[in-house]
């Protein structure tokens, strides 16, 4: 016979071998499925930190490295959480066409909770009937030709603004991203928010910087994205800094929907002014499959507002940065300009189709320096093969574009800045060519893109146009800095600092 004290052991012990027994089959079968699985080449992770010790602080340079040992298709792991990289055309193809609608989905990262309104804006919400109707919008209310069209004199009318005050500054050292961001806000406050940025919430120079931070943190590798237990101790302050960021957007936007539903307001069948208006009416449509709630309102008006002022700034200043390099280039640019456009008028966006110089630096920039060298996270919402290789449900993806734009066997001297490669050649940057992304493609290509290319080659069309451009002091363009820093977005590290000055008729200058 037992004893009480006995049996309590005896269970306990029974318990706890038959608890063991379970864990050692639950383990025993990952560990079998792990060995059936034909995962995708990779280096080998560490516990805990998986391959995280190889990622340095220019992740893309890392991943680039790894790609050129493992191949175009390898499995990394970040933390806990298995990322396979593409790094070709057929990888790219693989993973955002024939297999599209499965890796549109997006992983669920701290950025996309934290600074855009809990997934609510276009980059960060799920794939699914939600973003399906923000995308919808974007086609059909947003970005339609006629719509940019009919905005093409803000854009005339602040290019103006923004080459005068390089006129004024001539002669002296300017840092033209900052010039930049604010030709490209001034042209998406007067689109998005009807009016030019101006508001007593958010001074200019504070939502510049503010729309820096939100490339940077939208880009980060925080800790508790790839080891979520040790997320809540925030230890790179990344978390810290979102909060912040995500509350003054939020003033701002609250600020700003405020004012324009008190425009509304009475008003019987009042016109849309602005694309704040269109999603305030879009927001009472009762037909709209999902309702647009205010969050939504908000976090999509950041997407345009920020999205459209950071991206094009920083692929302008990277065209200038390797012109400054080249002076050969920049010469053979404004000879074409001279040619084309003349010297006494400014480049029209018309003009672009007839000058295939600057629009083959555009595209030589676009394919050294993406914008997003891996693309934004895509994450796989089924098991699937690609290659050949299994895919499992949750795997981040990420389409290597800045080592498919440095292929050797596709791009002659990959790392020259050579833009006279695109001359006569019918590759783009829409999302056809798969060596030449950008944008990205497929359906989560960038909704923005005719927008930020036509700001980008005006924008980048006049500067050359309208000014020569030197280094400041006697600096040589061999000591012009060309890293980058990482973020969402690729800038230069050290902005580029230059001196302009005018080469046109005076007259032009003073419209
Ligand atoms: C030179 C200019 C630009 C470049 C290079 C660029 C590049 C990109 C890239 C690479 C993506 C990610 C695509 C993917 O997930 O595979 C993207 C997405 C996006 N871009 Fe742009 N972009 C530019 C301008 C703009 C502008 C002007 C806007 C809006 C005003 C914009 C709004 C967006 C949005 C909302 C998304 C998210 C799309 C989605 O997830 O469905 N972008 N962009």
């Known amino acids: 016979m037992f004893t009480t004290m006995e049996l309590i052991h005896h269970s306990w012990a029974y318990y706890l071998a038959a608890w063991l027994a379970t864990l050692a089959l639950i383990l025993l079968s990952l560990r079998l499925r792990r060995r059936e699985l034909n995962l995708p080449p990779g280096p080998k992770p560490w516990p805990i930190i998986g391959n995280l010790n190889l990622i340095g602080p220019l992740p893309y340079r890392s991943i680039h490295a790894l790609s050129e040992k493992y191949g175009p298709i390898m499995q990394l792991k970040f933390g806990s959480f298995p990322v396979v990289v593409g ?3 057929e990888m790219a193809e693989a993973f955002l066409k024939t297999h599209d609608a499965l890796f549109s989905y997006r992983p669920k990262l701290a950025a996309g909770k934290y600074t855009t309104f809990n997934y ?5 919400s799920q794939y699914g009937p939600y973003w399906r109707q923000l995308r919808k919008i974007c086609l059909m209310e947003l970005f339609t030709a006629k719509r940019l069209n009919s905005y093409e004199y803000i854009r005339v009318e602040e290019t103006m603004l923004f080459l005068r005050n390089l006129y004024e500054s001539s ?33 200019r120079h504070e939502f510049k910087e503010m729309a820096d931070e939100l490339f940077i943190l939208g880009g980060v590798l925080d800790i508790g994205d790839m080891i979520p237990w040790l997320g809540f101790l925030d230890l790179q302050g990344y978390i810290k800094r979102m909060k912040v960021l995500a509350k003054k957007f939020d003033r701002l936007f609250e600020y700003e929907l405020d004012d324009h539903n008190a425009r509304r307001k009475g008003v019987d069948n009042y016109e849309a002014k602005d694309m704040m208006d269109v999603l305030l009416q879009l927001a009472d449509d009762p037909t709209l499959e999902v309702k647009l709630e205010r969050h939504s309102l908000k976090a999509v008006t950041q997407d345009l507002l920020a999205g459209g002022t950071e991206s094009s700034a920083v692929t302008v200043e990277w065209a200038i940065s390797e012109l400054m390099k080249k002076p050969k280039l920049l010469k053979k640019a404004t000879e074409e300009l001279d040619r084309v456009v003349g010297k006494e008028r400014w480049v029209e966006e018309k003009d672009i189709v007839n000058l295939p110089f600057i629009d083959a630096i555009v595209k030589e920039t676009m394919r050294l320096h993406p914008v997003s060298p891996t693309l934004v996270p895509r994450m796989a919402s089924e098991d699937c093969k690609v290659a050949g290789y299994d ?10 574009v800045w080592t498919i734009g440095r292929d050797p066997a596709l791009w002659e001297n990959p790392n020259e800045f050579y833009p006279q490669r695109f001359l006569g050649k019918s590759i783009d940057v829409k999302g056809r060519d798969f060596e030449l ?33 030197k280094l400041p002091g006697n600096m040589s363009n061999q000591e012009l800095n ?17 001196v302009a000055q005018p080469r046109l008729s005076f007259h032009l200058y003073s419209l």
């Not at 609510?120 to 960060?124: A, C, E, K, L, R």
């Not at 895919?391 to 290597?400: A, D, F, H, M, Y």
């Not at 992304?437 to 924008?459: A, D, E, Y």
């Open 171 to 203: 002669g002296k050292p300017i840092i033209l991203k900052d010039n930049l961001l604010d030709l490209n806000l001034e042209v998406m406050s007067r689109m998005v928010l009807g009016k030019k940025y101006t508001n007593e919430i958010v001074a």
């Open 120 to 124: 609510s804006n276009i980059t960060w």
């Open 391 to 400: 895919i499992p449900k949750g795997t981040r993806v990420l389409v290597n």
């Open 482 to 498: 060309m890293e980058e820093t990482f973020g969402l977005s690729t800038p230069k590290k050290f902005p580029l600092e230059v």
């Open 87 to 89: 790094s070709s055309v």
């Open 437 to 469: 992304l950008p944008f990205g493609t497929g359906r989560r290509i960038c909704p923005g893109m005719s927008l930020g290319l036509k700001v980008v080659q005006s924008s980048l069309a006049n500067l050359l146009h309208g000014f020569s451009w």
